[in-house]
Nanobody, 121 residues
Framework: QVQLVESGGGLVQAGGSLRLSCAASGRTFSSYAMGWFRQAPGKEREYVAGISRSGASTHYANFVKGRFTISRDNARNTVYLQMNSLKPEDTAVYYC???????WGNGYDYWGQGTQVTVSS
């Protein structure tokens, strides 16, 4: 089992940047693929980005391509989401997830509690 704790959310103006972090407990972090998801008020949770166990492969939802970058540091048991050129529509609670997904957007077993990102116009 792995426990996940997100941090780095906050309030930022449109066009600004934030870097989210997700720290994982346990010694098996590198055995999990990791993903970032988000949920805006009144909307379904949606997939944002994923990264393979080694970090060699990454995948992004179309709406963040070119703006967000997912990375991981297996020595620090941490996954990151660098968010640039933020837009008001990026406002949401962001969650990290761990698992062995069959596809990038599904099949994650463990979830963090989320961190709020608010982008003002």
């Amino acid at each position: 089992q792995v426990q996940l704790v997100e941090s780095g959310g906050g309030l930022v103006q449109a066009g600004g940047s934030l870097r989210l972090s997700c720290a994982a407990s346990g010694r098996t972090f590198s055995s999990y693929a990791m993903g970032w998801f988000r949920q805006a008020p009144g909307k379904e949770r949606e997939y944002v980005a994923g990264i393979s166990r080694s970090g060699a492969s990454t995948h992004y939802a179309n709406f963040v391509k070119g703006r967000f970058t997912i990375s991981r540091d297996n020595a620090r048991n941490t996954v990151y989401l660098q968010m640039n050129s933020l837009k008001p529509e990026d406002t949401a609670v962001y969650y990290c997830a761990a698992g062995a997904p069959g596809t990038w957007g599904n099949g994650y077993d463990y979830w963090g509690q989320g961190t709020q990102v608010t982008v003002s116009s």
